[in-house]
């Protein structure tokens, strides 16, 4: 992607049918550190590495509660993120207030992403620089989905967003299968492994990652570093065991994941406006 | 031509009585189930009691419409609190929240007669009393609605507190212990349903301490 002169403003299309200032957007939230998402029938994991400015610095909060039945996890300008998430949280109220029930997922996802699209129009406003990964429950089961800084929102079994992301999405993809009937634990495990493979030889510990659950009967909760600890010291065992027969084949250019279901028939296909990932 | 007079009003009263009682460290809030209209029962099984956070309880008399509308506003506010700050409000927190979110209709008010009570950020009782555009007290012990006439002259006899002027400032935390205070509220109920119409049926008892929130029930009355 290279400088030239439609990309100055949002509001000037390129001759080729894309904006590129939103495009550069979602570079803004590959350069953010790693978040990713799975679910199962039951519940939705959300999981993030703490990556901090300095040794001296702590790391930016990435994984908000937005309703007891809904959370996020956010990679690019983290401060897009915190706004969009007290927007998520006041939208939550708000319907809570109106019809006491909670929000439904599929709801909130599109209103944000209405939200989002504003911003690609409006020529005294910029694109919001932050990928979000919402989390929730709802009448109709468990929910992941991704909304993107161009408006569009994609619902997924599992998914990663941010740097070093497409190690985690390899892995998620050759195991997504059997998220949908695994146990809560289980799929907590799976998310910490999906974690460590964005470290990339780092060592998982509970202080580089962020872990939050939702699912039917449990609320919205970020689990504490001793849990995290636990299970990663529990399967770290069991993977040594095993022995090193994980390795990710090198799929490049595929979709991030299964079941995308893009809402407004964007074109996927022609793999010129990278809009959908 | 004289000025033409409004034949309706946007307030009802429902009647009933709320009171509350602080301890050294727990606190009693207590409420009578009985919800009225004119002459008329509405219902005998209406609470007037909303937990608003952990340790803190609202009892409201008067409109109950509007007492709805203000628990579901402080409700709301509360949960905003939590995602901001990580942690649940202190009950003086919430008590000065109350009585802003009073005062803002001062020209339109919520004709809500309110008594707060929980624990203080030290496990000890606290009670704050409220009228409807939002004044308020921290007080030891206090009562408001129908009944209030006839319960707040006895719990004043039984629970002499010092004047809140003095210095040093004294404890108006009452000394008696739980189940002696809860006794006293179940008397001081039954007290009131004698003579007031609007008061009985039932009688909802919410008592805060360090293990938590628990509930009681004890008949009253149904005349």
Same mark, same amino acid.
């Given at each position: 992607?290279?400088?030239?002169?439609?990309?100055?403003?949002? %509001?000037?299309?390129?001759?080729?049918?894309?904006?590129?200032?939103?495009?550069?957007?979602?570079?803004?939230?590959?350069?953010?550190? #790693?978040?990713?998402?799975?679910?199962?029938?039951?519940?939705?994991?959300?999981?993030?590495?703490?990556?901090?400015?300095?040794?001296?610095? =702590? /790391?930016?909060?990435?994984?908000?509660?937005?309703?007891? /039945?809904?959370?996020?996890?956010?990679?690019?300008?983290?401060?897009?993120?915190?706004?969009?998430?007290?927007?998520?949280?006041? @939208?939550?109220?708000?319907?809570?207030?109106?019809?006491? =029930?909670?929000?439904?997922?599929?709801?909130?996802?599109?209103?944000?992403?209405?939200?989002?699209?504003?911003?690609?129009?409006?020529?005294?406003?910029?694109?919001?620089?932050?990928?979000?990964?919402?989390?929730?429950?709802?009448?109709?089961?468990?929910?992941?989905?991704?909304?993107?800084?161009?408006?569009?929102?994609?619902?997924?079994?599992?998914?990663?967003?941010?740097?070093?992301?497409?190690?985690?999405?390899?892995?998620? @993809?050759?195991?997504?299968?059997?998220?949908?009937? !695994? %146990?809560?634990?289980?799929?907590?495990?799976?998310?910490?492994?999906?974690?460590?493979? !964005?470290?990339?030889?780092? %060592?998982?510990? =509970?202080?580089?990652? !962020?872990?939050?659950?939702?699912?039917?009967?449990?609320?919205? /909760?970020?689990?504490?570093?001793?849990?995290?600890?636990?299970?990663?010291?529990?399967?770290?065992?069991?993977?040594?065991?095993?022995?090193?027969?994980?390795?990710?084949?090198?799929?490049?250019?595929?979709? #991030? =994941?299964?079941?995308? @279901?893009?809402?407004?028939? #964007?074109? #996927?296909?022609?793999?010129?406006?990278?809009?959908?990932? | 031509?004289?000025?033409?007079?409004? +034949?309706?009003?946007?307030?009802?009263?429902?009647?009933?009585?709320?009171?509350?009682?602080?301890?050294?460290?727990?606190?009693?809030?207590?409420?009578?189930?009985?919800?009225?209209?004119?002459?008329?029962?509405?219902?005998?099984?209406?609470?007037?009691?909303?937990?608003?956070?952990?340790?803190?309880?609202?009892?409201?008399?008067?409109?109950?419409?509007?007492?709805?509308?203000?628990? *579901?506003?402080?409700?709301?506010?509360?949960?905003?609190?939590?995602?901001?700050?990580? *942690?649940?409000?202190?009950?003086? $927190?919430? $008590?000065?929240?109350?009585? +802003?979110?009073?005062?803002?209709?001062?020209?339109?008010?919520?004709?809500?007669?309110?008594?707060?009570?929980?624990?203080?950020?030290?496990?000890?009782?606290?009670?704050?009393?409220?009228?409807?555009?939002?004044?308020?007290?921290? &007080?030891?012990?206090?009562?408001?609605?129908?009944?209030?006439?006839?319960?707040?002259?006895?719990?004043?006899?039984?629970? *002499?507190?010092?004047?809140?002027?003095?210095?040093?400032?004294?404890?108006?935390?009452?000394?008696?212990?739980?189940?002696?205070?809860?006794?006293?509220?179940?008397?001081?109920?039954?007290?009131?349903?004698?003579?007031?119409?609007?008061?009985?049926?039932?009688?909802?008892? &919410?008592?805060?301490?360090?293990?938590?929130?628990?509930?009681?029930?004890?008949?009253?009355?149904?005349?």
């Amino acid at each position: 992607m290279f400088r030239n002169q439609y990309d100055t403003d949002v %509001t000037t299309w390129s001759p080729a049918g894309r904006l590129f200032q939103v495009e550069y957007a979602m570079e803004a939230v590959k350069q953010g550190s #790693a978040a990713i998402g799975l679910r199962s029938k039951t519940h939705v994991v959300l999981g993030c590495v703490n990556k901090a400015n300095s040794e001296l610095s =702590s /790391h930016q909060k990435k994984i908000f509660k937005v309703d007891d /039945h809904i959370g996020v996890a956010i990679a690019g300008l983290t401060a897009d993120g915190r706004v969009l998430s007290r927007y998520m949280r006041n @939208e939550c109220i708000n319907y809570s207030f109106t019809y006491d =029930s909670p929000l439904p997922v599929g709801r909130l996802v599109v209103q944000l992403a209405d939200k989002a699209q504003v911003c690609t129009q409006r020529s005294w406003k910029r694109p919001y620089g932050v990928g979000l990964l919402v989390a929730g429950l709802d009448e109709s089961g468990a929910h992941l989905y991704y909304n993107c800084p161009s408006g569009n929102y994609f619902e997924y079994q599992a998914f990663a967003i941010g740097s070093r992301s497409q190690a985690a999405k390899t892995y998620l @993809e050759r195991r997504f299968e059997s998220f949908r009937d !695994t %146990t809560r634990d289980d799929l907590v495990k799976d998310a910490l492994m999906a974690i460590r493979e !964005t470290l990339q030889g780092e %060592t998982l510990k =509970s202080s580089v990652c !962020t872990v939050a659950v939702v699912g039917v009967g449990e609320p919205f /909760h970020v689990l504490d570093q001793g849990t995290v600890q636990q299970m990663i010291d529990a399967f770290e065992i069991v993977a040594e065991q095993e022995g090193p027969a994980a390795e990710p084949d090198v799929d490049s250019g595929q979709e #991030a =994941s299964a079941e995308p @279901e893009p809402e407004q028939g #964007a074109a #996927a296909g022609e793999g010129v406006a990278p809009m959908d990932i | 031509m004289p000025k033409e007079q409004a +034949n309706w009003s946007p307030y009802d009263n429902n009647g009933g009585s709320c009171v509350a009682v602080a301890g050294a460290d727990y606190c009693v809030i207590a409420a009578d189930t009985r919800m009225s209209t004119g002459y008329n029962i509405l219902t005998r099984d209406y609470s007037k009691i909303c937990k608003l956070a952990d340790k803190c309880v609202m009892a409201s008399s008067g409109f109950q419409a509007d007492v709805k509308a203000l628990q *579901k506003h402080l409700a709301a506010r509360h949960l905003i609190y939590q995602h901001q700050h990580n *942690k649940q409000m202190s009950c003086p $927190a919430m $008590a000065q929240l109350l009585s +802003n979110t009073l005062y803002y209709k001062r020209f339109f008010p919520y004709y809500s007669f309110n008594v707060l009570g929980g624990l203080d950020n030290e496990g000890k009782g606290c009670v704050f009393t409220y009228d409807a555009v939002g004044s308020y007290e921290k &007080v030891g012990y206090s009562s408001q609605g129908s009944g209030s006439t006839l319960i707040m002259p006895f719990l004043d006899n039984q629970l *002499k507190s010092p004047s809140p002027l003095l210095l040093p400032a004294q404890d108006a935390v009452t000394p008696l212990a739980e189940a002696e205070a809860i006794d006293l509220v179940k008397t001081v109920f039954a007290l009131a349903s004698e003579r007031d119409i609007y008061t009985g049926d039932k009688l909802e008892i &919410v008592v805060i301490n360090a293990d938590g929130i628990r509930r009681e029930y004890m008949d009253l009355r149904k005349d």
